[in-house]
């Protein structure tokens, strides 16, 4: 009933990844209003908006998701929120990321020296590459080859790890004191919108109520649905 007459194929999807089919404000707009909307408390939803934000800039790619959510059931948040949070990390701000946390982390650790995001991420596809060789010279004749990955945990990822937690945790916090008033406020508003509404329809309603009540003190008593016609002409005979 609500699946596509039309599946997306794997390049459609991919294509998505990348670049969505409303553009990437639109996409934004949608986090942001289904983070509003969400039925739990603020401060829930800001721990869970700080622990997406916050597994976005770590190097832990294809693992954001779960992450996001194991970080959020540790600390008391809203799980979705923090599903939704990770749309800080995307393609366009994945480079940034990638070289602020390389270099900071580069520094902390006395390793020296600027990575471009190009090689950042082109040493990621070689040591997937590389990494799953291995895995499968397990079950060949083929030799794993274990130093150039060890280089790129020391010189790539390591860095990566020091450098994004320092920077995540800084920007998780500044959104989680950010996020909690915003919805706060948004919540309030939505109160006294439906307060509003309500008073409207009482208020409309209380003519009505008003005009019937001045009608049955005129004209005496209603019959009551159980009486017959016989009876109530009866009543009408009778003096006064």
């Known amino acids: 009933m609500f699946k596509r007459r039309k599946p997306r194929s794997y390049g459609q999807m991919a294509s998505d990844m990348f670049y969505p089919r409303g553009g990437w404000r639109r996409a934004g707009t949608y986090v ?40 959020a059931w540790l600390i008391g948040g809203n799980i979705l929120a923090a599903l939704l949070a990770t749309f800080v990390g995307n393609p366009i701000t994945f480079p940034f990321i990638a070289v602020l946390s390389v270099s900071l982390g580069r520094q902390l650790l006395g390793l020296g020296g600027e990575l471009s995001p190009q090689f950042i991420f082109g040493e990621f596809t070689r040591a997937s ?5 291995n895995i499968l010279s397990i079950f060949g004749p ?29 920007v998780s916090i500044a ?9 706060r406020a948004y919540h309030r508003r939505r109160e006294k919108k439906m307060a509003a509404r ?6 409309s309603s209380a003519p009505t109520v008003t005009r019937g009540r001045e009608e049955a003190e005129k004209g005496g008593a209603a019959p009551r649905p159980s009486d017959s016609p016989r009876d109530i002409s009866m009543k009408k005979k009778e003096p006064q």
């Open 32 to 71: 942001l209003h289904r983070l509003r909307r969400l039925p739990d408390q603020p401060h829930r939803i800001g721990r869970g908006v700080a622990a997406g934000v916050f597994v976005s800039f770590t190097p832990l790619f294809g693992l954001h998701f779960a992450s996001a959510a194991a970080v």
């Open 129 to 133: 590459a590389e990494l799953w060789y």
């Open 142 to 170: 083929k030799q794993a080859h274990w130093e150039n990955l060890g280089d790129f945990l020391y010189q790539v990822y390591w860095p990566y790890i020091v450098g994004g937690v320092i920077i995540g945790l800084a």
């Open 175 to 183: 959104s989680h004191y950010l996020t909690v008033p915003v919805i």
């Open 198 to 203: 309500i008073a409207r329809v009482r208020a």
